[in-house]
Nanobody, 122 residues
């Protein structure tokens, strides 16, 4: 598993924007998938977006154009910029990593950051 460290959450007014960042200290290889999930109070964790090391992006069904995910494959970092925030975007946002390890036949391993709280309120 890889270590993931998030930053950038906080309290934002409706209509505002926010940028979340996630970095991994892993060097020497590019994590196969990096991205973001979120979990709102009382709801299941849901996909926001994942990006492969090659730059292909998958968005979650509930994600609209307001969510912009980007990635630096060399540095193993990923960002999420959310525009025009609404109270429905209030959630804990988790950085996600998924990598295939060939050593010792470990296979696919998922990793999660500790989560960063985003609260949208006036």
């Amino acid at each position: 598993q890889v270590q993931l460290m998030e930053s950038g959450g906080g309290l934002v007014q409706p209509g505002g924007s926010l940028k979340l960042s996630c970095t991994s200290p892993e060097r020497g290889f590019s994590i196969n998938y990096m991205g973001w999930y979120r979990q709102a109070p009382g709801k299941q964790r849901e996909l926001v977006a994942t990006i492969t090391s090659g730059g292909s992006i998958e968005h979650g069904d509930s994600v609209k154009d307001r969510f912009i995910a980007s990635r630096d494959g060399i540095k193993n970092s990923v960002t999420l910029t959310i525009h025009n925030l609404t109270p429905e975007d209030t959630a804990v946002y988790y950085c996600y990593g998924r990598h295939y390890y060939t050593a010792n036949n470990m296979g696919w391993k998922d990793s999660w950051g500790q989560g960063t709280q985003v609260t949208v309120s006036s």
